[in-house]
């Protein structure tokens, strides 16, 4: 799974030791997420290395449906689908015609993009929350994780009068993912069938274990 896609799977998905202000954070994310049952939007992706040279451009779709579903499309420069309807989680590398297969699992440190569904109760227990307040009121959450083997090693998702705008992602080589959305449609009716993955006939797929 691309990181970008990773890190959308961390919104699908407070703990007392955590600090006061780290115990109010969590809660004014959550008062954010909470407010979305459903949500679509349009994607933009850039990957910029340590000297912040471009690595990568990509854009597509995102809709997310409390609780744990999830459909993330990747139009451009090649077609990726990520999907899961909570229990199974499927990789369709479209235009290599590959399909992977996973057990689905609330591991927000692999897929960070879990956050978007609105369960919020296990960031807690894995990242140290902060947040910061622009002049426009933009809300800016920082999540840093707690156990040094993460996949990345500091997001932030940034939220204007409960309007998502969007996400940055720093990785362990210091490679900076930034994804703005657009387009938001905030709980519209969004039939189950979206996530409801089945392969075409013809391609085979691969069941990963791990």
Request: aromatic share 8%; proline share 3%; charged share 20%.
């Amino acid at each position: 799974m691309n990181l970008l896609a990773r890190c959308f799977l961390l919104w699908l998905l407070s703990s007392c030791c955590l600090a006061a202000s780290s115990e109010t954070a969590v809660q004014q994310l959550n008062a954010q997420l909470q407010a979305m049952n459903s949500l679509s939007a349009h994607f933009k992706q850039t990957i910029h290395d340590h000297t912040g040279i471009l690595l990568q451009q990509a854009e597509g779709s995102l809709t997310v449906k409390r609780p744990r579903r999830f459909h993330w499309l990747t139009e451009q420069p090649y077609k990726h689908l990520v999907v899961t309807d909570g229990q199974q989680l499927w990789l369709y590398d479209i235009d290599l015609e590959q399909i992977t297969q996973q057990t689905f699992t609330a591991d927000l440190d692999k897929t960070p993009a879990l956050l978007l569904s609105g369960e919020v109760k296990q960031i807690s227990q894995q990242y140290q929350v902060s947040v910061t307040e622009a002049a426009d009121k933009t809300l800016t959450f920082t999540l840093t994780p707690n156990q040094p083997d993460n996949l990345f090693t500091q997001l932030s998702i940034r939220f204007n009068n409960r309007q998502l705008l969007g996400m940055t992602l720093k990785d362990s080589f210091e490679q900076l993912t930034t994804i703005v959305f657009s387009d938001l449609k905030l709980n519209a009716d969004i039939a189950d069938s979206l996530f409801n993955f089945v392969p075409p006939d013809g391609i085979d797929v691969i069941r990963d274990e791990s």
